[in-house]
T-cell receptor, first 110, second 112 residues
């Protein structure tokens, strides 16, 4: 079957660094996406990894290891506005459908 | 400029009614999607169209019928609404179904 696992909730302090992990088991792999969703809003695209390694984009970085079926999203210099749900999604290569995780709800405290 | 737009933003209706949600994207993408997000926040794919052709049709009651008049528009019609249909419905688009998806603001449907 197709499965994506993420922690349900995480808490961190303003100014700190937090790492949100995602593991996946899918029949194929055509890339992994991270999205951010604030309460009451639509998901917005954060990052895309298709090759192993680290992709850095400002305060956010995303890492992928295809052999381990593992990715993480790293958020640096946390701000209160980073409190949101972070969704991991994998393009499993069939029918262009994304397999979505349940999301990690991140609370940033002052 | 709005990239992916949906109307209406809120929809409150009674059980048994029929309603439609409209979606338009001005990104020039060839693939559009409908998702349902329930109270548990899980994003469930319902349908996807590529250049007006249905390519994803998940296990969804046949009361739900999508329609794509052209590749910039994807509408969702729901017949005989039920309480369990209450959720937020998101439209999204992407290029060739391989790249990042851009989401509309969502339609919050409440069935009473």
């Amino acid at each position: 079957g197709q499965n994506i696992d993420q922690p349900t909730e995480m808490t961190a302090t303003e100014g700190a660094i937090v790492q949100i992990n995602c593991t996946y088991q899918t029949s194929g792999f055509n890339g992994l996406f991270w999205y951010q969703q604030h309460a009451g809003e639509a998901p917005t695209f954060l990052s895309y990894n298709v090759l192993d390694g680290l992709e850095e984009k400002g305060r956010f970085s995303s890492f992928l290891s295809r052999s381990k079926g593992y990715s993480y999203l790293l958020l640096k210099e946390l701000q209160m506005k980073d409190s949101a749900s972070y969704l991991c999604a994998v393009n499993a290569g069939n029918n262009r459908k994304l397999i979505w995780g349940l999301g990690t709800s991140l609370a940033v405290n002052p | 400029d709005t990239a992916v737009s949906q109307t209406p933003k809120y929809l409150v209706t009674q059980m048994g009614n029929d309603k439609s949600i409209k979606c338009e994207q001005n990104l020039g993408h060839d693939t559009m999607y409908w998702y349902k997000q329930d109270s548990k926040k899980f994003l469930k794919i319902m349908f996807s169209y590529n250049n007006k052709e249905l390519i994803i049709n998940e296990t969804v009651p046949n009361r739900f019928s999508p329609k794509s008049p052209d590749k910039a528009h994807l509408n969702l019609h729901i017949n005989s609404l039920e309480l369990g249909d209450s959720a937020v419905y998101f439209c999204a688009s992407s290029q060739r179904g391989l790249y990042e998806q851009y989401f509309g603001p969502g339609t919050r449907l409440t069935v009473t």
